[in-house]
């Protein structure tokens, strides 16, 4: 993967809006949570009129981060709602989500994560069992058929929950051997076992048929020393398997990280969950120039840093398999606008300078977080797509599999970032991302040895509260997409450079793509 340093330089312009480039949780139940430049500094309101900076950045040949692996974004869902997006027909898979999960991971082995707070609410069946009390969906015949046909359209790698907070084996073997036999080894990437167990002593798993009040699945003095304990035993029912863990995301257990990868030496992948902003009690505030702030990228993605430090220390890699920008279901004004498409293209970056292997961005239907969504109530059919994923699509462009983050000289001015990467086949890719909300930005991007025209896409929408109406290069989704693929004609744009440098004005609230083809 390679990393832009950044840097944009502004020119004095004062223009906000759009132009042409160049000179031609438990996200349902929990509380959780520098490339270059700064985040976008306030504005409640509308967009503010700003002065602009001008200057260069240089493109160096340096590299600053591992190779992007395959499959490095993907999504993360609940496994109640894996028949929505994909449908219930296996032999029919909805081609609109299996394309939209190409758009994002074109590369073959995409990583799916069917995984969740569901993960401790479903079982399979087991004979002659009772259903445990905190479990709320079966996973059915169909259920399996259908993740067996959809992750072999895809070619897919599949992170599957296997429910920890029932405290039995039974449940825990049947479900992962119905998931081996019926799903296929060959497509598991890991068992996941329980999600974000650090409330398991805090959060009601089930209600009491008797006192009718919350009855947490574990009791309240359950610790992290409890779960590596509870870890263990279950990762040696299920021997010879790829596991997951310790999907959590609290911050006070993330400090014993350490201790559970030690102790853990059956784990294949590390796994923790990220959000920057909390929306858990309705006194809460998230605005958009909080989620555009460089601490909810930058600083998310220094948080993780660390941990991906710690899990290679053990020789494990470290995915973040659940993230998005605001948890406890998102905020509304927020969540679903462009704001979100603007801050997932930049930690998507941050993230890949960290080294992390891969980050899975959670989305649940009919929520306020959807980010791609069944557009009728049975699912399959056409998809609802939300601003933020075409900031992942942006990202996947520039950064695919091999690609490596590349060292930037210069700085940039408040509010603008920039990334730039190296493909495996030579091409080079600078993404410019300008969180202003007024002021457009000119960057004179220098890169030495090119020469010939660019190619220049851009990411926008009439505003970060836009909710609809966003653009790719000219393309959109539009309201539902039947396909997957992104419709209408492309922009077509290109820039031409002076020498070795090219001029990309990037208007507010946006981000533009310069694409150089090798040699």
Same mark, same amino acid.
């Given at each position: 993967?390679v990393l832009l340093t950044g ?16 000179? /031609? ?6 509380? %959780? ?6 985040? #976008?500094?306030?504005?409640? !309101?509308?967009? @503010? %009129? ?23 974004? $993907? ?55 009772? %259903? ?36 039995? @084996?039974?449940? #825990? ?6 998931m081996l036999s019926r799903i ?32 947490? !699945? ?68 998230? /605005? ?27 020789h494990r890699p470290l995915r ?54 069944? #557009?009728?109530?049975?699912?399959? $059919?056409?998809? @609802? ?17 091999? +690609? ?19 493909? $495996? ?10 969180? %202003? ?24 929408? +009439? ?10 290069? $000219? ?16 922009? !077509? ?11 990309? @004005?990037?208007?507010?609230? +946006? ?9």
């Amino acid at each position: 993967m390679v990393l832009l340093t950044g840097g944009a330089l502004l020119l004095a312009l004062a223009l906000a809006g759009c132009g042409t480039a160049g000179a /031609t949780s438990k996200s349902q139940r929990s509380a %959780r949570g520098q490339g270059h430049g700064h985040a #976008a500094s306030g504005a409640s !309101g509308g967009a @503010r %009129r700003a002065a602009a900076t001008a200057g260069t950045i240089g493109v160096t040949g340096a590299t600053v981060a591992p190779a992007i692996p395959a499959g490095f974004v $993907g999504l993360s869902i609940e496994a109640k709602a894996l028949e929505q997006f994909a449908g219930s027909n296996p032999r029919a898979i909805d081609p609109a989500f299996v394309h939209l999960l190409q758009d994002i991971a074109p590369q073959p082995s995409p990583v799916l994560r069917i995984a969740g707070d569901s993960t401790d609410w479903s079982w399979w069946p087991v004979p002659h069992a009772a %259903r445990p009390p905190g479990v709320k969906y079966d996973l059915t015949p169909t259920w399996m058929s259908v993740a067996h046909s959809l992750a072999a359209d895809l070619h897919a790698r599949l992170i599957l929950g296997v429910n920890l907070e029932a405290d039995s @084996r039974a449940v #825990a073997t049947a479900e992962a051997g119905a998931m081996l036999s019926r799903i296929g080894r060959s497509y598991l990437d890991a068992f996941e076992l329980g999600n974000e167990p650090e409330l398991y002593g805090s959060f009601g798993w089930y209600r009491s048929p008797v006192t009718h009040l919350l009855v947490p !699945g574990r009791p309240p003095t359950y610790s992290i020393a409890n779960f590596i304990g509870d870890f263990a035993r279950f990762s040696s029912y299920l021997r010879g398997d790829p596991i997951a863990g310790p999907s959590m995301g609290g911050p006070k257990w993330l400090e014993s990280l350490d201790s559970f990868v030690a102790a853990e030496h059956r784990l294949s992948v590390v796994t923790v969950h990220a959000y920057p902003l909390k929306h858990c009690t309705k006194s809460t505030v998230v /605005t958009s120039a909080q989620l555009l702030a460089d601490s909810s990228s930058h600083g998310l993605a220094q948080r993780v840093a660390p941990w991906v430090a710690l899990s290679s220390r053990h020789h494990r890699p470290l995915r973040v398999d659940e993230m998005n920008g605001i948890s406890c279901g998102g905020t509304r004004g927020v969540s679903d606008t462009f704001t979100s498409a603007l801050w997932v293209l930049d930690t998507l970056f941050e993230m890949a300078r960290t080294g992390v292997s891969g980050v899975n961005i959670h989305t649940v239907p009919n929520t306020i977080n959807e980010v791609v969504g069944p #557009a009728s109530a049975n699912g399959g $059919g056409a998809m @609802r797509v939300h601003p933020e994923f075409y900031g992942m699509v942006m990202f996947a462009q520039a950064a695919p599999a091999g +690609s490596h983050l590349l060292r930037l000289s210069g700085s940039s001015p408040s509010g603008v970032k920039v990334w730039a990467t190296r493909a $495996g086949d030579g091409s080079t890719h600078v993404v410019v991302i300008n969180k %202003r909300l007024g002021g457009a930005a000119m960057v004179q991007v220098k890169i030495p040895g090119a020469h010939g025209a660019a190619s220049v896409e851009q990411l926008q929408a +009439s505003g970060v509260h836009a909710t609809s109406g966003v653009t790719l290069g $000219g393309q959109t989704f539009g309201a539902a997409t039947s396909t997957g693929l992104l419709g209408g004609k492309p922009a !077509g744009l290109t820039v031409s450079p002076a020498g070795d440098t090219y001029p990309v @004005r990037v208007p507010a609230a +946006s981000a533009t793509m310069l694409s150089l083809p090798a040699g």
